[in-house]
């Protein structure tokens, strides 16, 4: 059954969506944990902190972290290469354009292609920023995830950076969203509208509340 | 063309398969009579398919579930083209399922009178037996059939005829029939029982010691001319419309394959008997490269009706109600509106020749549907015939809701083809005609609804039970390589004749001359004929023929993907073929069903047959290129429908 | 009216193509698209040239061999086939635009005729129902629901065009493909073949070198037929059903 979904188009396009639906999930998990920092350093950290003692004393401290890192490192390792996979394959697919070639709807395909770029690079500095603070500006202080977020903010680039990626994921959650639907067969007629709302709905609350956090730094609220 | 209309009259030709005794038992008894193949046997023997329609597709699918090699063709670049999946109506059988009177004899009668008894009364009867089995077959195959609230399936009436037996789909009976014999077929390819040749043109008939062994045909996109072997050969390669040029047919249906057949011995009967279909959409210039049908269903709510008044230009909807004409519910008040196509056809022509037709040139009827608009609602118009509506609103751009429609009758059938017996044989043995290519079932006009049926009778069930027997009794025969000197000739001749094609180089395109042909027996040999006028088109004819040669000009090579050359090809047997049309118009003189020769009326202006001189299929034997042809009669016995001038008054 | 084409000429499947430009005059509203393209075939053997191949044939929108990219649009800018768009749909003067279907699995045979037997190839791996003649019972032994019949039918319309594969920018042929597995899956007698139809039908199509779906909606927005978008969705829905049940067995 798994080499039947993983050779056939229909069952990559499955992969990608659960494991869509996956990062959807964690991302409004993220999101939610995201807006604590309204409440102040104290809250904030004392959040990041539960983190890693969630599940305790059943599990040992950061098992629990672990174990979702793993779900959503793989969740992102196969959404990035069926997706890889089955873009060089649309794009072999194609080989010759049209000449007469008009503004077509497939904008949806580009934002997707492109929007998943961007938020794989994203993904990376994302990490290499706030997880391990390689690239992180400042002095980045481990266990002290307030001061490290508010730090990322005070840079013009930090925040340009968050923003554009952060519309980047709206617009792919848009389609993404409706998108996973249908390849897992739950789209019809009636339902359609319903969907398309949902799928606005989601990208609109994940985006607003991600933005939130460097808008509250840069206007002061949060410092 | 004094030489051509002397024709010679030879022995009669009989139908020696024909079972006696009573009509029901018939097909039962041929079939026991019919020798089998050894299951273990059948995989040894090719069978040849020409054609992908309801009865090629059917046959090769068939065929190949009995066991048989077989080895198919088609001009098309897929089966699933073949132009029965134009057909809109629907498809007759005789299950009586509304309770209404229907039965197989009734089906066998109307089937016989509406063709006015110019069938053979045995192959009708076999035709209405199997209608039956027909729709069994289609659902099994998942063909949507319109069905009730209660899942059963619905039917309607069709066309001249008093009971509701014709089964459909919405407007697109044809395509889903159609689509269930290709699925059919294509799971038979996908088992490698059939070896499918799409864009490859039959254009030769190989026969050999007398018998049908193989075809000579052209790969359309390599240009590549071929032969192909086998131990019986199936024309199921439709009708031959388009030699009037302008016709509901598809742009590429041809004749090539039945008139090849023809030249290499098998006799061509009734070619005269063409059905002029009354509800198309009218012309609307020179450029026009087809007519477009609509369903015949329109005619059983759409009332039709002219001017009273010769040159009214008045816009339909100012024109009131007592200066209109409903000129077929006047004249034949019990039919009204569904008269047989003929009776139809020829009334439209008649008020239009009285300077009364309306639209450009004035070639055209209202078919007008305010009134059940009125009375169902526009609604229920709309449930029933809103796909036609749109067709033809895209074709015409008016509104059909709210101006009447304007029809025309335009060549949409031939009841002729080769002569076949009653195992669909024709004279050439191990060569089967089946569906439109054939003469058999529909005498001198065809009712509506009845070719689906006729086309996958033939290929579900009479050939494969009958091509049993040729091939049992047939078991050895020489196998044939492309050496064998007959083939080699044949080859040769094909390619001859598209070299000469190429070689002309003179100044007139393929169209012009087709155009020509079409538009002289539109004029002469079309919806009525005189002997004057059939002699005229039999004087022009070889006139065209010569010019053709003298002046065609065909660009490209034969070595490629060459369109012109495809035409110009298949105009070469067109202008062969008319003229064989013109010459069995004027031998027949007397008006029987699509065929109506202006000097064989009643006083009040009906077809008048003449049953003690032409009570016979007319078969003709090819003796060469303009030469006169041998006339062999079958005579037709009816011994359970007595012949009577129809009458639908 | 007096048109500019600009059509795509290629010699045969290994050659290089190019749009070469050409005039014609004369042209009437009411002429079909096809027609207008007779008209300059008429002219191009009258001046000693190629004519433009191009695939036709029923010329009332159901054989499905018409297959012209016009201005972009597959079928060109009325939703219906090229041989039922007529010139009325133009202006005097306008230049047009007309290519062949382009996809991998289309490969051009001339000018703009495409080589469409991966459709066939889908169908022959699943799209039928095992029904050998003279094997069917009784046409009423099974009723099937008005809706399940209305269902199958509004899917059996495809008539196999390509449309579908030309306008998706990744040459998928998943609506084409969904078309004929909801046709037949839904019916009881296409129910014992229902899962290993669709797995097949979507093994072919992969191996056929089509895309796949980004339910880009171009597509069902080309098709002539109206084949909605959603009919994807149920395949997929189909098809996630069959793997499930094969990996149960």
């Known amino acids: 059954m798994a080499r039947t979904m993983w050779d056939s188009t229909v069952g990559k396009k499955t992969v990608m969506a659960v494991s869509g639906l996956i990062m959807l999930l964690y991302l409004v998990a993220h999101m939610i944990g995201n807006l604590k920092i309204y409440f102040g350093a104290g809250e904030f950290n004392h959040y990041a902190h539960w983190l890693r003692t969630v599940g305790e004393p059943f599990m040992h401290y950061e098992w629990t972290l672990w174990l979702i890192r793993v779900v959503l490192i793989v969740a992102v390792v196969a959404h990035a290469t069926s997706a890889y996979q089955l873009s060089r394959r649309d794009i072999k697919a194609r080989p010759s354009k049209y000449v007469h070639s008009r503004p077509r709807a497939s904008y949806a395909t580009r934002t997707m292609r492109w929007g998943g770029i961007i938020l794989g690079l994203f993904l990376v500095w994302h990490l290499l920023d706030l997880s391990t603070g390689t690239v992180h500006s400042g002095g980045f202080q481990e266990g002290h995830p307030y001061q490290n977020v508010v730090d990322t903010f005070s840079t013009w680039y930090g925040d340009v950076i968050y923003i554009v990626a952060m519309l980047a994921l709206g617009l792919h959650i848009r389609h993404g969203f409706w998108s996973a639907a249908q390849t897992l067969g739950v789209g019809s007629r009636a339902r359609d509208r319903a969907l398309k709302t949902i799928a606005n709905v989601l990208a609109l609350l994940l985006t607003a509340g991600f933005i939130a956090v460097p808008v509250g730094v840069m206007t002061g609220v949060v410092s | ?649 | 009216m007096k048109l500019t084409l600009r059509v795509w000429r290629q010699k045969n499947a290994d050659a290089e193509g190019a749009m070469s430009t050409y005039e014609v005059d004369g042209i009437s509203s009411d002429m079909s698209f096809l027609e207008m393209l007779d008209v300059l075939n008429e002219q191009l053997i009258l001046a000693g040239e190629e004519p433009v191949a191009f695939d036709h044939d029923c010329r009332e929108g159901i054989c499905g061999a018409c297959s012209l990219v016009i201005n972009g649009d597959a079928h060109g800018p009325e939703r219906t086939t090229t041989c039922q768009l007529h010139m009325r749909s133009f202006e005097d003067g306008d230049t047009i635009d007309i290519e062949p279907w382009r996809a991998a699995a289309f490969p051009v045979i001339k000018d703009l005729v495409v080589d469409r037997s991966a459709f066939d190839r889908i169908i022959q791996a699943g799209g039928y129902v095992t029904a050998p003649t003279g094997s069917a019972p009784e046409a009423h032994a099974t009723p099937v629901p008005k809706a399940d019949a209305d269902f199958a039918f509004e899917h059996a319309e495809c008539i196999g065009c390509g449309a579908c594969v030309a306008a998706c920018p990744n040459g998928a042929a998943m609506l084409f493909t969904s078309a004929k597995v909801n046709h037949l899956n839904v019916l009881p007698q296409g129910a014992p073949e229902r899962e290993t139809r669709v797995l097949d039908m979507v093994a072919q199509m992969d191996a056929e070198g089509f895309g796949g779906c980004t339910l880009t909606g171009e597509c069902a927005t080309a098709c002539p037929k109206g084949i909605p978008l959603v009919s994807i969705t149920n395949m997929n829905k189909e098809w996630l059903r069959a793997t499930r049940k094969a990996g149960k067995r």
């Open chain 2, 1 to 649: 063309m004094t030489e051509y209309v002397n024709y010679a009259t030879g022995e009669p030709v009989t139908d020696s398969k024909a079972p006696s005794g009573p009509i029901n038992e018939r097909w039962d008894k041929r079939r026991f009579e019919a020798k089998l193949v050894n299951p273990a046997n059948r995989r040894k023997h090719t069978v040849i398919v020409v054609g992908t329609g309801l009865a090629g597709g059917s046959a090769g699918a068939t065929l190949a579930e009995q066991g048989y090699h077989v080895v198919q063709f088609c001009y098309q670049d897929s089966p699933r083209r073949a132009h029965s999946i134009a057909a809109q109506g629907g498809i007759n059988a005789a299950k009586n399922y509304r309770n209404d009177g229907d039965s197989i004899h009734r089906l066998f009668y109307d089937t016989v009178k509406g063709g006015d008894f110019r069938a053979r009364e045995s192959n009708v009867h076999r035709l209405a037996q199997i209608s039956v089995e027909i729709i069994d077959q289609c659902v099994a195959q998942g063909v949507p059939f319109a069905r009730e609230y209660g899942g059963l399936l619905d039917t309607r009436s069709f066309g001249g005829v008093q009971v509701s037996r014709t089964f459909y789909a919405r407007g697109q009976t044809g395509q889903q029939l159609l689509l269930g014999a290709y699925q059919a077929l294509s799971r038979q390819i996908a088992a490698g029982n059939v070896e499918m040749h799409p864009r490859t043109e039959m254009l030769d008939l190989i026969v050999i010691d007398g018998r049908a062994r193989g075809i000579v045909a052209r790969d359309l996109v390599t240009g590549k001319v071929d032969t192909y072997f086998a131990d019986a050969v199936v024309l199921a390669s439709g009708g031959y419309g388009n030699v009037f040029y302008l016709s509901t047919n598809a742009m590429n249906s041809n004749a090539t394959a039945i008139w090849r057949a023809h030249r290499r011995g098998a006799y061509f009967a009734n070619p005269c008997f063409t059905q002029i279909h009354p509800t198309c959409i009218p012309r609307t210039g020179d450029h026009q490269s087809k007519l477009t049908l609509m369903s015949e269903s329109l005619r059983n709510d759409g009332r039709i009706w002219v001017p009273r008044a010769k040159g009214d230009t008045r816009p339909p909807n100012r024109i009131p109600e007592d200066e209109r004409d409903y000129y077929l519910e006047r004249i034949y008040p019990s039919f009204g509106n569904l008269v047989p196509r003929d009776i139809a056809s020829r009334a439209a022509k008649n008020v239009c020749d009285e300077g009364r037709g309306v639209g450009p040139g004035g070639q055209g009827v209202y078919l007008d549907f305010a009134d059940a608009i009125r009375r169902m609602g526009r609604g229920a118009v709309e449930a029933r015939y809103g796909n036609l509506f749109d067709m033809y609103q895209r074709i015409t751009d008016e509104d059909p809701y709210e101006v009447p429609m304007r029809i025309y009758p335009a060549v949409h059938y031939t009841m002729g083809g080769l002569w076949v017996d009653y195992d669909l044989q024709t004279t050439v043995p191990g060569l089967f005609a089946i569906g439109e290519a054939n003469f058999s079932d529909h005498g001198a006009n065809r009712l509506g609804a009845s070719a689906l049926m006729q086309g996958l009778a033939d290929g579900y069930f009479v050939l494969p039970a009958t091509i049993n027997d040729y091939l049992a009794r047939n078991p050895h025969q020489d196998p044939v390589t492309a050496e064998h000197p007959v083939v080699r000739e044949a080859l040769a001749e094909t390619e001859d004749r598209l070299n000469r094609l190429l070689s002309v180089d003179g100044d007139r395109t393929p169209d012009s001359f087709h155009r020509e042909v079409g538009e002289l027996m539109w004029e002469f040999c079309g919806m009525a004929r005189t002997d004057a006028g059939l002699r005229k088109a039999l004087e022009r004819i070889p006139q065209i023929r010569e010019e053709f040669w003298r002046r065609i000009k065909v660009p490209g090579t034969g070595e490629e993907f060459n369109q012109s050359l495809e035409k110009a090809n298949r105009i070469v047997d067109y202008l062969e073929l008319a003229e064989l049309m013109c010459l069995d118009a004027l031998h027949r003189d007397e008006s029987c069903g699509g065929h109506f020769r202006e000097e064989s009326q009643t006083p009040d202006g009906e077809a008048a047959r003449r049953d003690d001189a032409f009570g016979y299929a007319a078969a003709w034997e090819f003796t060469g290129t303009g030469a006169a042809p041998v006339l062999h009669k079958e005579d037709l016995v009816f011994e359970y429908v007595h012949p009577t001038q129809r009458s639908y008054a």
